[in-house]
């Protein structure tokens, strides 16, 4: 098929008539887009609150452990001589 067949092709196919939509079409549409935003609406709540959780939980962890602070060490040199 040559360049010019295929842009008559494509030509004829954009000058149709689209076929028709039913009806029902549209509400079926909103339903399922409505349905769609809750769901992601909520995962998103759902990980902005699991994000919150894990920062409270590491604070109190930091807080608690500080592993910034060094650990005591485990072993003492002999003291002589007091």
Do not use: C, I
Not at 37 to 54: D, E, G, N, S, T
Request: net charge positive.
């Amino acid at each position: 098929m040559s360049r010019r067949d295929r842009e008559a092709a494509a030509r004829q196919r954009m000058e149709r008539t689209p076929p028709p939509v039913p009806p029902d079409l549209y509400v079926e549409v909103v339903r399922r887009g409505t349905r769609m935003l809750r769901r992601r609406r909520a995962a998103r709540r759902l990980m902005w609150l699991l994000l919150f959780v894990a920062v409270v939980a590491f604070s109190l962890w930091a807080a608690t452990v500080q592993p910034w602070v060094e650990p005591p060490s485990e072993t003492t040199p002999p003291l002589n001589g007091w």
